[in-house]
């Protein structure tokens, strides 16, 4: 079975940071291309990063300079190192594994930023 679980979310004080893990289970992981997305309340699923193998990462211009996407393929596991968090960060993250005519998604990992 293809599984990918998200982990790492929680609350977190604005200007904060966290990191969020998606370990994939069940297929090639280093045949795939990874990304993050985003869902906010009454918000579209927004696109937030990009990694391929071996390792070209693209941001959108909201979380440019503060996200950080990795990957180790050795541990099937993709990352997003979230730094000087806004409020407007505040979502469901979801971690997607995309190759060929294949996708998978988590179920997600809640991120909330108050103070």
């Known amino acids: 079975q293809v599984q990918l679980v998200e982990s790492g979310g929680g609350l977190v004080q604005p200007g904060g940071s966290l990191r969020l893990s998606c370990a994939a289970s069940?297929?090639?992981?280093?045949?795939?291309?990874m990304y993050w997305y985003r869902q906010a309340p009454g918000k579209e699923r927004e696109f937030i990063a990009i990694?391929?193998?071996?390792?070209?990462?693209t941001y959108a211009g909201s979380v440019k300079g503060r996200f950080t996407i990795s990957r180790d393929n050795a541990k099937n596991t993709v990352y997003l190192q979230m730094n000087s968090l806004k409020p407007e960060d505040t979502a469901v993250y979801y971690c997607r594994a995309q190759s060929l005519n294949r996708e998978y998604w988590g179920q997600g990992t809640q991120v909330t930023v108050s103070s």
């Open positions: 990694i391929t193998n071996p390792g070209a990462t």
């Open positions: 069940g297929v090639t992981f280093s045949s795939y291309a």
